[in-house]
């Protein structure tokens, strides 16, 4: 255990911040969270900040990813269904390209492998929703 400092007289003890630093003003607890996305505004204000923008735009994608992997994209819409499919073909396309070209990479091959297996990934899952969304059409 390191002993306690000898205050230094050149330099005045320190001080704690003020409070208004340290500990956030939250009136109401439903101010802490931003809640469901959606339009909303905070008490005050005419729209949404930057920051609160950034913190939507993350909340819809988090969304929408956790949909994706839990298979939760259920939809009758053959747009969508084309949208799905377009997508999902878009996020396979670096891996089939990597993979096709294999040979010419070299060394580059394997961490090029590792960077393109996650879109993939999403590219499976999305045609997964979409099989998953035309059986069901089918059995109805």
Request: glycine share 8%.
């Amino acid at each position: 255990m390191r002993p306690a400092r000898k205050p230094n007289p050149k330099f005045p003890p320190e001080e704690p911040p003020p409070q208004h630093l340290t500990e956030p003003e939250v009136q109401d607890p439903s101010q802490e969270l931003l809640g469901w996305p959606g339009y909303r505004t905070q008490p005050g204000h005419s729209g949404l900040d930057p920051l609160e923008s950034t913190n939507e735009l993350g909340h819809v994608l988090g969304i929408c990813l956790r949909d994706i992997l839990l298979f939760r994209v259920r939809t009758q819409n053959p747009l969508a269904w084309l949208g799905m499919f377009v997508i999902g073909l878009l996020f396979l396309a670096p891996l089939a390209t990597t993979i096709l070209y294999n040979a010419s990479l070299g060394e580059a091959a394997l961490p090029m492998l590792v960077v393109t297996f996650f879109p993939a990934f999403l590219g499976i899952l999305l045609w997964s929703n979409l099989a998953y969304n035309m059986v069901e059409w089918i059995r109805k």
